[in-house]
């Protein structure tokens, strides 16, 4: 389980200037963060704008960020979609590239029971020998998980962590109270790394590290040593790049996407309905490029 525990981006949706998912600009963003040092990437989730992509799409990239790292970097295949017929042949085809471990949220779009999220998850990870990991995220789905499904769901022993995205840090520490030491816990939101990873989470999973792995990585090492004067500092400059990426028109991703062709990598734009960063806007993506440039330094 220790090639878990690091800075693992979530992986971004690569198109190429029609919007149509691009083989060279997926392998060009795995490595370019391969290079950066991160621990691996979590390929298809809310990042990868999932919801708005079709199976051979998302197979298409999980298959290009497999040529291209798989081996080097634990890659988790997100396999959440709205059937669970899709969600097994996402699993089945991820286990076929090598993939290290599966996930997804609970099924979306009716409020269903929890013996039916139970069964959905089940399904998948029977689909495959992949460990799987749970992934919480009531903001999206708006399902929160409860201790009660928790606990039915560890006792396989495929389960081998939890991404929870949900706010109350509280969350995490009950996870990993109830889940034991071998049990992983990713850290969902970004701006609580730090806090998240001093109430017990052993990892973390988020939409924007790839912005800037650096600054992630830097609070990795300054929680491991124990250096926590530092590790508050950086996620306070980090939360102001987060705030700054999120003020913008458009969207989150929109934003990062620009911010990352100021980079040097160019991975497209959004897919609608998520909108493209416009007009002024624009011009401030420039000064939050500087601004991570002289976090770093
Ligand atoms: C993914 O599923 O691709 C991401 O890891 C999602 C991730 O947990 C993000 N949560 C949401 O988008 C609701 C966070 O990383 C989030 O982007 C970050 O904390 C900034 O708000």
Not at 43 to 56: D, F, R, T
Not at 175 to 181: C, L, S, Y
């Amino acid at each position: 389980n220790e090639k878990f525990k690091g800075i693992i981006p979530a992986f971004y949706a690569c198109y190429d200037e029609a919007g149509v998912v691009s083989e060279e600009r997926t392998k060009a963003l795995s490595l370019y963060l391969l290079e950066k040092g991160v621990k691996g990437l979590y390929v298809g989730g809310s990042s990868g704008e999932c919801i708005y992509q079709n199976l051979e799409e998302r197979k298409a990239t999980l298959k290009f960020v497999a040529e291209s790292v798989g081996g080097k970097l634990a890659l988790i295949a997100h396999v959440g979609a709205p059937s669970t017929r899709e969600s097994v042949e996402l699993a089945k085809y991820a286990a076929e590239l090598g993939y290290d471990a599966l996930s997804a949220i609970p099924p979306i779009y009716f409020k269903l029971p929890e013996s039916s999220i139970y069964r959905y998850w089940t399904d998948i990870i029977e689909a495959s020998e992949l460990p799987f990991i749970i992934y919480n995220i009531p903001q999206t789905t708006g399902y929160n998980l409860s201790l009660n499904l928790f606990a039915k769901m560890i006792e396989n022993k495929k389960v081998i962590g939890v991404k929870n995205s949900s706010m109350p840090v509280l969350d995490i520490e009950r996870f990993k109270a109830a889940g034991g030491e071998d049990f992983i816990v990713f850290n969902g939101p970004d701006e609580q790394y730090v806090a998240g990873r001093l109430i017990g989470a052993d990892s973390g999973i988020g939409g924007t590290y790839a912005a800037m792995p650096e600054l992630y990585l830097k609070a990795e090492e300054y929680v491991a040593t124990g250096n926590f004067a530092k590790a508050r500092s950086i996620q306070k400059d980090i939360n102001n790049l987060i705030i700054a990426l999120c003020s913008l028109n458009g969207n989150m991703y929109s934003a990062i996407k620009e911010v990352l062709k100021l980079r040097g990598v160019n991975v497209g734009s959004v897919r609608a309905p998520l909108e493209p960063v416009t007009g002024a806007d624009l011009d401030k993506v420039a000064a939050i490029k500087d601004q991570i440039d002289a976090t770093i330094a």
